[in-house]
């Protein structure tokens, strides 16, 4: 189906920042427009989700330049549910952060730059074009560095410079990956791509720029081994905005996989996808290897998304229809949790004033509630049932026992419980063990109700993935259905005479960049 | 003409992992100037380069025959281009505030956020 709903989602962030950019530069002005304008990208987020669970798919032909020649925005049920889950992040965290940040933050760049960050990464879902996402990844780069350098803190300088400098080396690879493959296909609209990719596999070839792609998306994602910026950086700047990057941008690396892995780069996947388990694997257990050395929350939880990745990528390397639903529905909990985490974690860390976990004590005895809601995403992550982690392991796991991948299987249940034992060390030491003596008292937050608020909202969604998970699983099934047959978006993303002409050339010379050239030509009549 | 620009290419990726892998800061600003510069010039020469013949249908003609410069790789090195002098300049100034908190621009330096 044809829509404008499904640029609303990327067009009203822009929006709402450019009218924070030129509104007075006032903490309550600026927090009510950037709340404001995230209801109506939830909104928006939301009728495009609706929309595109009715038809199954959702495009736009921007400026009326038909496929494959003009930029083009394709919604699936996979893409949409991203785009609705990274709104109601930016959401929530918008009003936390009303709550958590200094007001020169607030009144300043805070809200634009949140807001052309979350355009970004919608745009990112949406795009259905190859440098198209390079460029919205560029705009989610420039958002993020300024945000993880906002405030000026030596460490974030220092965090921020490694952050930037492995972001900038990984978007070189991209734009090489890219590049490479227009001299190959002539074309970069994934729908395109992928048409001709299936009638005449471009073999060595295109491997090459599918190995780029990975490399570039894998250190977006945080694989190993390329994830050490993340533990480096990310526990620099403050929780509102660690937040936010812990639940969002690597899972535009993860999205940014499944996407080319399962559309474009099909036919000769068994290399890419034996890579891709080591990969998953290696990144499972030094991440939780990781974590298990840490004692500050924020690193321990910095080390954590890391070792989650490795699930998400393992069911894109299981590549199976049940694996992919199983690494859609862990993606969005793990958004959901993963955030709600380092929410939480702020919380302490205002309430303590320290994140050294040696340092903090006593908390369940001080404010049990906070330790109910710790404990719901906590064991979460580690897979307790009835939470949404379990549920998410357990798909997985499942598929990965009927696929016979045993020691992949393995390797998860051990980094699972190792995640539990992470989560338990913070359990124990932050909220069961007696308050040191060198504590300092425990301040009383001032700003209860946007600091819990999200808070709260986010450990009722996960308990309610746990226990009501039937409706959630179905959708990511029907997502990974759509993701796994590639066809059904060619068809819908490009004109039915074009699909039908290309097919009926038995092959296309891809051989040189003219020959692909000259056939895209013969079809523009 | 591919084949210089090929050389060239390498030769500006040999000397931008050169200057990254230094250990002053600005010698890797300098290595990712290199190293964008030479994406641009990747993207721009497998678009083909062909001289003297513009993608332009003639008038008694549905298609062009034969080679043409494709104009797309150039729309793309032009963004590409814009983006990566952006990024540059924010590294430029990150580069400088980050040299000044930590006091040195000896990247050896720069470990105390690592774990």
């Not at chain 1, 921007?62 to 930016?90: E, K, Y």
């Not at chain 1, 607030?106 to 879902?125: H, I, Q």
């Not at chain 1, 979460?380 to 009835?386: A, H, K």
């Not at chain 1, 909220?431 to 608020?453: I, V």
Request: hydrophobic share 55%.
């Amino acid at each position: 189906m044809n829509s404008l709903q499904i640029i609303l989602p990327v067009i009203t962030p822009i929006a709402g920042a450019s009218i924070a950019l030129l509104l007075p530069q006032k903490a309550k002005i600026q927090a009510a427009i950037g709340i404001a304008t995230f209801i109506a990208t939830c909104l928006a987020a939301l009728s495009l989700l609706i929309t595109t669970n009715e038809y199954g798919y959702v495009k736009l032909e921007l400026g009326g330049w038909q496929s494959p020649f003009g930029i083009s925005f394709v919604a699936d049920r996979f893409a949409a549910i991203m785009t609705m889950v990274s709104a109601f992040l930016g959401l929530s965290i918008s009003i936390y952060a009303t709550g958590d940040l200094t007001s020169t933050l607030l009144k300043r760049w805070y809200y634009p730059l949140t807001l052309f960050l979350v355009a970004a990464v919608n745009g990112a879902f949406l795009t259905a074009d190859l440098f198209n996402l390079y460029v919205w990844f560029e705009i989610m780069l420039i958002a993020s560095f300024a945000l993880m350098t906002a405030g000026g803190s030596k460490s974030q300088f220092e965090g921020g410079f490694k952050y930037v400098a492995i972001n900038l080396i990984a978007s070189a690879f991209f734009l090489v990956g890219l590049g490479l493959l227009y001299g190959k296909m002539g074309t970069l609209n994934m729908a395109d791509v992928a048409l001709k990719l299936s009638v005449s596999p471009g073999g060595p070839m295109v491997n090459s720029s599918a190995v780029f792609f990975l490399v570039a998306f894998a250190i977006k994602a945080g694989l190993f081994p390329f994830f050490f910026w993340l533990p480096a950086s990310y526990h620099t700047p403050p929780i509102s905005i660690s937040a936010l990057f812990a639940g969002l941008l690597t899972k535009v690396g993860v999205y940014a996989l499944i996407r080319t892995n399962t559309l474009i780069f099909t036919q000769e996947a068994d290399f890419l996808r034996g890579a891709l388990i080591v990969l998953s694997l290696a990144t499972m257990i030094t991440g939780v290897l990781g974590a298990a050395a840490q004692y500050d929350i924020k690193r321990i939880l910095s080390f954590h998304i890391i070792s989650q990745i490795g699930y998400m990528t393992l069911g894109l390397a299981l590549f199976t229809q049940t694996a992919i639903a199983a690494a859609i529905f862990y993606t969005i909990h793990h958004i959901i949790v993963k955030t709600n985490l380092f929410l939480i974690a702020g919380i302490i860390i205002k309430k303590t004033g320290t994140d050294q976990l040696g340092k903090i004590g006593g908390l369940y005895k001080a404010s049990p509630w906070l330790a109910l809601l710790f404990f719901i995403p906590a064991f979460s992550l580690g897979g307790i049932p009835p939470l949404s982690g379990f549920w998410a392991k357990f798909a997985l796991v499942k598929e990965g026992l009927e696929q016979e991948y045993y020691w992949s299987i393995v390797i998860a249940l051990v980094v699972g419980v190792m995640t539990l034992f992470s989560m338990t060390k913070i359990w124990g030491e932050a909220f069961w063990k007696k308050s040191p003596d060198n504590a300092k008292p425990m301040k009383r937050l001032k700003h209860k109700w946007s600091l819990y608020t999200p808070v709260v909202a986010f450990s009722i969604i996960t308990a309610a993935i746990g226990l009501y998970s039937q409706p959630l699983f179905h959708f990511s099934n029907q997502a990974a259905a759509q993701i796994m047959s590639p066809d059904s978006y060619i068809e819908f993303a490009l004109p039915p005479e074009y699909v039908e002409h290309i097919r009926s050339l038995d092959n296309i010379s891809i051989e040189t960049p003219i020959a692909a050239h000259s056939t895209k030509t013969a079809t523009n009549q | 003409m591919e084949l210089l620009c090929s050389l060239i290419i390498g030769a500006l990726v040999a000397a931008s992992v050169y200057c990254i892998l230094r250990r002053s800061i600005i010698k890797f600003v300098i290595g990712i100037a290199f190293l964008g510069q030479a994406v641009n010039l990747l993207v721009f020469t497998v678009g083909g380069l062909n001289q003297g013949a513009p993608p332009i249908i003639p008038a008694d003609a549905k298609t062009i025959i034969g080679s043409y410069a494709d104009p797309l790789p150039q729309a793309l090195v032009l963004t590409a281009i814009v983006i990566s002098f952006g990024l540059l300049v924010f590294t430029l100034a990150l580069a400088q505030r980050a040299t000044k908190a930590v006091g040195t621009d000896d990247l050896e330096a720069f470990r105390k956020t690592d774990s």
